[in-house]
């Protein structure tokens, strides 16, 4: 079983669409979530920490389920702009980044 | 603030050679990562250090080699380059664990 593990799309929605998606994880030890964001050729950019009580920044609204090991994105009110690959990274470590990237997941937003 | 700077943007090696990817921040982060991302695969820890005269493997170690003489500086040594890392190269830096890690622009390495 892949450690992080998310489907890899691509998702293709329509601009203004909701979309969602999620990603899970091995380690039931792992210590902090996040998403990251990445365009094509480019390097991964944080786009938001996932907490516990789950965490909202404008259109986008991330969440943990720890006792079925998943995180989940949902996209509001989508933009052409947010076409990428989402990726989903888990934390392992104690003391240092031991982070664990997923494939991602690309998101295709058409007019 | 330039951020993380990787250097070669882009470069074609033969089997067998050598080279440097250099990486330099300016954050004063005591924390750096180098990674490679293949096609269609998720980010791959090569080294990190967690201060300047401190290194350490990650989980894709062999055939290179770091080394941290400064806190800006943590260059990525391939000694006989193979097909094998023909891939992506990021480097990333964070002030501290848990803290939002930044990434270099890459280096797209290809052995031929």
């Known amino acids: 079983r892949k450690e992080v593990e998310q489907d890899p799309g691509p998702f293709n929605v329509p601009e203004g669409a909701t979309v969602a998606f999620n990603c899970t994880y091995s380690?039931?030890?792992?210590?902090?979530f996040f998403w990251y964001r990445q365009d094509c050729r480019k390097e991964p950019k944080l786009l938001m920490s996932v907490y516990s009580s789950g965490n909202e920044d404008g259109r986008f609204t991330a969440q943990l389920n720890r006792a079925s090991q998943y995180i989940s994105l949902l996209i509001r009110d989508s933009k052409l702009s947010d076409s990428a690959t989402y990726l989903c990274v888990v934390n392992e470590g104690t003391g240092f980044q031991k982070l664990v990237f997923g494939t991602g997941t690309r998101l295709l937003v058409s007019p | 603030n330039a951020g993380v700077t990787q250097t070669p943007k882009f470069r074609i090696l033969k089997i067998g050679q050598s080279m440097t990817l250099q990486c330099t921040q300016d954050m004063n982060h005591n924390y750096m990562y180098w990674y490679r991302q293949d096609p269609g695969m998720g980010l791959k820890l090569i080294y990190y250090?967690?201060?300047?005269?401190?290194?350490d493997k990650g989980e894709v170690p062999n055939g290179y080699n770091v080394s941290r003489s400064t806190t800006e500086d943590f260059p990525l040594r391939l000694e006989l380059a193979a097909p094998s890392q023909t891939s992506v190269y990021f480097c990333a830096s964070e002030r501290g664990p848990n803290e939002k890690l930044f990434f270099g622009s890459g280096t797209q390495l290809s052995v031929l």
């Open positions: 250090s967690v201060g300047a005269g401190i290194t």
């Open positions: 380690n039931s030890a792992s210590q902090s």
